[in-house]
């Protein structure tokens, strides 16, 4: 089964640039969620999707963010223009809608913004 | 605001050893409490909790919730160099709008 598959892997870019993170959530499911992992701050949720609707958005850090869900089967985090505070592994995840489902991970992004 | 603290941050052990690790929570509207581990790339899940007193059990791993300490334990007997990873815990809150607050992790090193 294939599993919850983001694009790119590594994105290295300099600042003030615009950064487009992909994510393909697995088949079936209806929840999709965007998290940050770094350091300092362990693994952030940054927006989360219910059939391809926002719900929130509130950990969304400034403006320069934002992310769409045109259909089920493709997201999109994006950031511009890019800081290099914005440094850190981006995590895409889904679920079956509802409580008590768990999320499947998908590998990351691990973005660098010099 | 959701609350999830892990302890300890970090844990060195040698194989063989037995671990605890632990999660408290400040949540409102909880729904479950959930474990994963992470090894380089993607957390994987292992644990979903519900219900308080109920051991889930999976090889050497086990895991309980106490909803009323709001607390969970996750302990790895005999364990190995495999097991060398971040664990996460993470409670989810909410109802129609169900979500994920996750803790710190605690970092576990097992030497050979």
């Known amino acids: 089964d294939a599993g919850v598959i983001q694009s790119p892997r590594h994105e290295v870019t300099e600042m003030g640039q615009e950064v487009t993170l992909r994510c393909k959530p697995i088949?079936?499911?209806?929840?999709l969620f965007w998290y940050r992992q770094t350091m300092m701050r362990g693994l952030e949720l940054l927006i989360y999707f219910n059939n391809n609707v926002p719900i929130d958005d509130s950990g969304m850090p400034e403006d320069r963010f934002s992310a769409k869900m045109p259909n089920a089967s493709f997201s999109t985090l994006k950031i511009q223009p890019s800081e290099p505070r914005d440094s850190a592994v981006y995590f895409c995840?889904?679920?079956?809608?509802?409580?008590?489902?768990?999320?499947?991970f998908g590998d990351g992004t691990r973005l660098s913004i010099l | 605001e959701d609350k999830v603290v892990q302890s300890p941050l970090s844990l060195v052990v040698h194989e063989g050893d037995t671990v605890t690790l632990n999660c408290s929570y400040e949540v409102t509207n909880f729904r479950s409490l959930l474990w994963y581990k992470q090894e380089k790339k993607a957390p994987t899940f292992l644990f979903m909790l519900?219900?308080?007193?109920i051991e889930k059990k999976s090889g050497r791993l086990s895991s309980i919730l106490d909803k009323k300490e709001l607390f969970s334990i996750l302990n790895i007997t005999a364990t190995q160099t495999g097991d060398s990873a971040i664990y996460l815990c993470?409670?989810?809150?909410?109802?129609?709008?169900?979500?994920?607050?996750f803790g710190k992790g605690t970092l576990l090193t097992v030497n050979p």
């Open positions: 088949s079936g499911h209806n929840s």
């Open positions: 519900t219900s308080s007193g």
């Open positions: 993470a409670v989810g809150s909410g109802g129609s709008n169900y979500k994920l607050t």
């Open positions: 995840a889904s679920s079956f809608q509802g409580a008590n489902q768990p999320q499947h």
